[in-house]
């Protein structure tokens, strides 16, 4: 039998979607070879196996494990929790966050964390699981190269149309870590901005987390000028373009 077109695959899939009434935005594709490009390209959430070829890798927005390692299983799960911007009734689960992921002397206030997503709630997205939230990511835009500890503490700081995005905050619950969702947020977040046609991505982290960066391509360009919370930080920058 003959393979169907690849550019068409891509078409049928989102043909039968639409007939089944459900939004682009919910759409996930998983491939591993060439004739699975035209699918992957035309979903919202392209998925490579780990065995994949270095064309659907690059298409891809996640890569899972291996056939022969569970990589379905993998996706699988990735079904059950869905990353969305945030609401303004996330409030308090965004606080509960929050609270368990920093100490004190670093977390956002809950006025800091209300006034963040009213003012730029684009930049604010929640990770569910099961329709509970787990995680968040978050951060203003600018045009300064790096983050100052005033952006913390002044959210009009932030200009839309910025081309450099912060990350203010990438956080998940203790139950939920060392599992891959800190880094789907981040992929999602730096997804975004490359969207957005942002120059860079910035942050500042502890000396723990800075090879937890560097493998989404972030460089370290040593102790940040940043003093919040009484810690040592580091800048880190991701280059866009």
Same mark, same amino acid.
């Given at each position: 039998?003959?393979? =169907?077109?690849?550019?068409?695959?891509?078409?049928?899939?989102? !043909?039968?979607?639409?007939?089944? =009434?459900?939004?682009?935005?919910?759409? !996930?594709?998983?491939?591993?070879?060439?004739?699975?490009?035209?699918?992957?390209?035309?979903? @919202? /959430?392209?998925?490579?196996?780990?065995?994949?070829?270095?064309?659907?890798?690059?298409?891809? @927005?996640? *890569?899972?494990?291996?056939?022969?390692?569970?990589?379905?299983?993998?996706? *699988? &799960?990735?079904?059950?929790?869905?990353?969305?911007?945030?609401?303004?009734?996330?409030?308090?689960?965004?606080? @509960? *966050?929050?609270?368990?992921?920093?100490?004190?002397?670093?977390?956002?206030?809950?006025?800091?964390?209300?006034? %963040?997503?009213?003012?730029?709630?684009?930049?604010?997205?929640?990770?569910? /699981?099961?329709?509970?939230?787990?995680?968040?990511?978050?951060?203003?835009?600018?045009?300064?190269?790096?983050? #100052?500890? +005033?952006? /913390?503490?002044?959210?009009?700081?932030?200009?839309?149309?910025?081309?450099?995005?912060?990350?203010?905050?990438? &956080?998940?619950?203790?139950?939920? @870590?060392?599992?891959? !969702?800190?880094?789907?947020?981040?992929?999602?977040?730096?997804?975004?901005? %490359? +969207?957005?046609?942002?120059? +860079?991505?910035?942050? #500042?982290?502890?000396?723990?987390? *800075?090879?937890? !960066?560097?493998?989404?391509?972030?460089?370290?360009?040593?102790?940040?000028?940043?003093?919040?919370?009484?810690?040592?930080?580091?800048?880190? =920058?991701?280059?866009?373009?």
């Amino acid at each position: 039998m003959q393979d =169907k077109p690849v550019e068409s695959s891509g078409k049928d899939f989102l !043909y039968l979607a639409h007939y089944l =009434k459900i939004s682009d935005d919910d759409t !996930y594709a998983i491939g591993d070879g060439n004739n699975d490009f035209g699918l992957i390209s035309s979903v @919202r /959430y392209p998925i490579a196996m780990g065995n994949a070829n270095q064309k659907i890798k690059e298409a891809a @927005r996640w *890569i899972t494990n291996y056939n022969a390692h569970d990589g379905i299983a993998k996706v *699988i &799960d990735m079904a059950f929790h869905t990353i969305r911007k945030v609401k303004f009734y996330d409030l308090d689960d965004v606080v @509960r *966050i929050e609270q368990e992921c920093f100490p004190i002397e670093e977390a956002a206030t809950r006025e800091q964390l209300s006034a %963040r997503i009213e003012t730029f709630s684009s930049h604010f997205y929640i990770l569910e /699981y099961a329709g509970v939230p787990i995680g968040f990511i978050n951060g203003m835009v600018t045009n300064g190269e790096a983050i #100052t500890d +005033e952006m /913390y503490e002044d959210e009009n700081m932030h200009i839309e149309t910025g081309e450099w995005q912060t990350v203010f905050g990438l &956080d998940i619950v203790k139950n939920f @870590r060392h599992q891959g !969702y800190a880094s789907e947020l981040m992929q999602e977040f730096i997804g975004k901005a %490359r +969207e957005e046609k942002q120059k +860079e991505v910035v942050l #500042t982290c502890k000396e723990q987390l *800075i090879s937890f !960066y560097e493998q989404f391509g972030f460089c370290n360009m040593g102790i940040s000028g940043s003093v919040h919370g009484g810690a040592v930080w580091y800048d880190m =920058k991701l280059s866009l373009i």
